[in-house]
């Protein structure tokens, strides 16, 4: 089935449209380091179950605007994007299905705007508690002087220039590396997982390494501020019916566990851990992701679930 690609103008941003299929929405949001291609497997899948499946490359990302204060990548401006996105599209509510970064942008919209959906599917990242202290302090006390990603990438510049000087190989050790939660840029470059083909990795590596990677980056650089930005809506629980996918061997799970999110959500419908899957799940496991995920879709009642504050 066709994919058809478009630019939209959203918010004072340009955002990058691939597209596929007719009936209730449902948009699919990627994560780090990713693009729209990220849904490659779910597109088709959803188009022939009769959905109108939407993948952005969010803002940041591949085909879409980067703009380049770091704050214009807070969650308040990236949830924006895909209200902004919605209406733009006609449509009063979706299902918003978010992996990675993409699950937290998905979570806040369960908390700030349920009236506008259907549904929310996160993957790879659970709904947690509000932290006591800002997130990077938490990750200081947490990891300690052992080397921790998120923390390395906060500083501006440092590591753009670092994963730009060989996107490629940036790209091949996180795709690899993820499940240990490192990259200190020394390991030697691994070869691909058996989930990805040269062709595919080629699509993502021909855009970051047109674009760099300081977008994406600075999304990591808003944990602080989104910490702040949402003192308020922190403590909602979450309404919409829900469902949640992870690989068992997903890295962010051994400090994000499942358990807290169930006492936030109220309509917590699936949880599903896929067995010796990863972090990379709707590109490592597609059939045993867009099972579970056509399953939630098919259980969501149109006419019931209205939203509310």
Known sequence: MDVAHRQL??????LHLAECGDGPLVLLCHGFPELWFSWRHQLP???RAGYRAVALDQRGYGRSSRPEPVEDYDIVHLAGDLLGLLD??????????????GAIVTWH???TAPERLRGVA?????????????????????????????????TPGVADAQLASDPAAFLRLFLNRASADVFDGTAEVPPLPDWISEAEFAVYETEFRRTGFTGGLNWYRN?????ELTAESDGRRIDVPTMFLAGERDPVLSFLPVTPMQAQVSDLRELVLVPGGG????QERPAE????LLRFLAGLDDGGYQGGG
């Open 9 to 14: 103008l959203v918010n004072g941003v340009e």
């Open 45 to 47: 899948a959803l188009a």
């Open 88 to 101: 733009i599209l006609g449509e009063e509510r979706a299902v918003v299905v978010g992996h990675d970064w």
């Open 109 to 111: 919209l369960a908390r």
């Open 122 to 154: 996160a993957m790879s990242v659970p709904l947690w508690p509000r932290s006591p202290k800002p997130p990077t302090v938490w990750m200081k006390d947490l990891f300690g002087d052992r080397f921790f990603y998120i923390l390395h990438f906060q």
């Open 223 to 227: 944990f602080d501020r989104n910490w």
């Open 279 to 282: 972090h990379w799940i709707q």
């Open 289 to 292: 992701t867009n099972e579970a």
